[in-house]
C-alpha cells in the first residue's frame, strides 16, 4: 500500500504521465486524450475463498478504514459478502464484491477499488463484467451500485459502462460520517447516488 507523494494521507490514485501517487484530495479531473495501453501486466480474475478474508479485510481498510458499507438503506459486512478478487501474479490487486437481493431482482455491488498501480488497464471493467456473470448466473434483472458526490472517476467509469442514475440520497454520507469529509478533489463528500445497470441479455 502507498502514500501520497504529496502529504502522507493513503494514495488511492497514480497519475498516469508522472507516475506520482495520490490521495484524494491532491487528485484531480482533467481534460486528456485517450491513452493506447502499453505494457500492461496480465491480470487474473478468481473468486474469492475464505482463505482471501484477510486481504480483502486490508484492501477495505485501506480505502476506507472499515468493512461494513452502508447503502440501499442496508448495512453489507463485506467480510460477508462473495467477492471476486483481481490478482497480479499471487497478489490481489483489485476487489468487487457484491450481494444477491433476490426480493430487488438485483445484485448489489457492494465495493469496487482498483490499487492505484494498476488503475487505467482496465480492471474496474473487467470487475464489473465479472460481477454481471454472476447476476445472470442467478438470473436477476439488473445490477445496483452506490458512489458518493464526488467520486467523479467512479461515476465516469459507471456511466461509460452503461449504469444510469436512479436516485441521489443528499446528505446521507455527510450523516453516516457525523459530517462532511474532503473527497476526490477536495470535493465534500455529502451524497449517496444510486446507480442501475440493466442486464438485457438474461
Given at each position: 500500500?502507498?502514500?501520497?507523494?504529496?502529504?502522507?494521507?493513503?494514495?488511492?490514485y497514480?497519475?498516469r504521465?508522472?507516475?506520482?501517487?495520490?490521495?484524494l484530495e491532491?487528485?484531480?479531473?482533467e481534460?486528456?486524450?485517450p491513452?493506447?495501453q502499453t505494457?500492461?501486466?496480465?491480470?487474473e480474475?478468481r473468486?474469492?475463498?475464505?482463505s482471501?478474508?484477510g486481504t480483502i479485510?486490508?484492501?477495505?481498510?485501506y480505502f476506507?478504514g472499515e468493512t461494513?458499507?452502508d447503502?440501499f438503506d442496508?448495512?453489507?459486512?463485506v467480510?460477508?459478502?462473495?467477492?471476486?478478487l483481481a490478482?497480479k501474479?499471487?497478489?490481489?490487486v483489485?476487489?468487487?464484491s457484491?450481494?444477491?437481493?433476490?426480493?430487488?431482482?438485483?445484485?448489489v455491488l457492494?465495493?469496487?477499488?482498483?490499487?492505484?498501480e494498476?488503475?487505467?488497464?482496465?480492471?474496474?471493467?473487467a470487475?464489473?463484467?465479472?460481477?454481471?456473470?454472476?447476476a445472470?448466473e442467478?438470473n436477476?434483472r439488473c445490477?445496483?451500485?452506490?458512489?458518493?458526490?464526488?467520486d467523479?472517476?467512479?461515476l465516469?467509469?459507471?456511466?461509460?459502462?452503461?449504469?444510469?442514475?436512479?436516485?441521489i440520497?443528499?446528505?446521507?454520507?455527510a450523516e453516516?460520517?457525523?459530517?462532511?469529509?474532503?473527497?476526490?478533489?477536495a470535493?465534500?463528500?455529502?451524497?449517496e447516488i444510486?446507480?442501475v445497470?440493466?442486464?438485457?441479455?438474461r
Amino acid at each position: 500500500m502507498r502514500s501520497c507523494e504529496l502529504c502522507d494521507e493513503k494514495a488511492h490514485y497514480r497519475d498516469r504521465i508522472s507516475g506520482v501517487y495520490l490521495c484524494l484530495e491532491h487528485s484531480r479531473f482533467e481534460v486528456v486524450a485517450p491513452r493506447r495501453q502499453t505494457d500492461i501486466t496480465p491480470l487474473e480474475l478468481r473468486q474469492a475463498t475464505p482463505s482471501d478474508r484477510g486481504t480483502i479485510e486490508a484492501l477495505c481498510l485501506y480505502f476506507w478504514g472499515e468493512t461494513v458499507v452502508d447503502c440501499f438503506d442496508q448495512q453489507y459486512d463485506v467480510l460477508a459478502c462473495p467477492a471476486i478478487l483481481a490478482c497480479k501474479g499471487r497478489i490481489p490487486v483489485g476487489l468487487a464484491s457484491y450481494a444477491i437481493e433476490a426480493e430487488l431482482d438485483a445484485a448489489v455491488l457492494v465495493v469496487l477499488k482498483v490499487l492505484p498501480e494498476v488503475q487505467g488497464q482496465g480492471l474496474g471493467r473487467a470487475l464489473i463484467d465479472a460481477t454481471c456473470d454472476r447476476a445472470r448466473e442467478s438470473n436477476l434483472r439488473c445490477i445496483l451500485v452506490v458512489t458518493s458526490n464526488d467520486d467523479l472517476p467512479a461515476l465516469g467509469l459507471y456511466q461509460r459502462y452503461g449504469f444510469r442514475i436512479r436516485h441521489i440520497v443528499t446528505g446521507r454520507i455527510a450523516e453516516h460520517h457525523g459530517g462532511e469529509v474532503p473527497g476526490f478533489a477536495a470535493i465534500p463528500v455529502r451524497d449517496e447516488i444510486q446507480l442501475v445497470y440493466e442486464l438485457r441479455d438474461r
